[in-house]
């Protein structure tokens, strides 16, 4: 017995464009925070120790070598903005020790610019 129909096929090619589109358009943006948060960590870590002695508990490390402004980088992979330092001591300055209060400089700095990270996200632009 033969069956009467219509067969509908749809062409996804615009909406794969318009997706590929937005998730470039996130990525692009995402990578203009990075750039903004990186370039905020690394002046704020950027008091010379040789003129203003070491940091105080709480405040955001002095630079004695340069060393931990060097290792800040930012990277985007899947819609995740990671900012960091490839430094093991600069998890220590961030939380602290038993022997050492924390100097945090990545967590303050990210709070400091959230707003204008989720504007930089929401706009498109910095």
Known sequence: M????VKVTWDY?????????????????????????RDEVVKN????????GPSLPGEFPHADS???KKSIFWNVANFVLTV??????AWFL??????????PFLVPTFEKFRKKLRKIVETGRS
Do not use: Q, W
Request: proline share 4%.
């Open 2 to 5: 033969a069956r009467n129909g």
């Open 13 to 37: 090619s615009v909406e794969r464009k318009f997706i590929k589109k937005l998730e470039d358009d996130i990525n692009e943006s995402m990578e203009i925070c990075g750039v903004v948060l």
């Open 94 to 103: 961030e939380v602290g020790t038993s022997r050492m209060a924390p100097r």
């Open 45 to 52: 870590i950027s008091t010379p120790t040789r003129t203003h």
């Open 84 to 89: 960091g330092s490839t430094l093991k001591y």
């Open 66 to 68: 340069g060393t931990l």
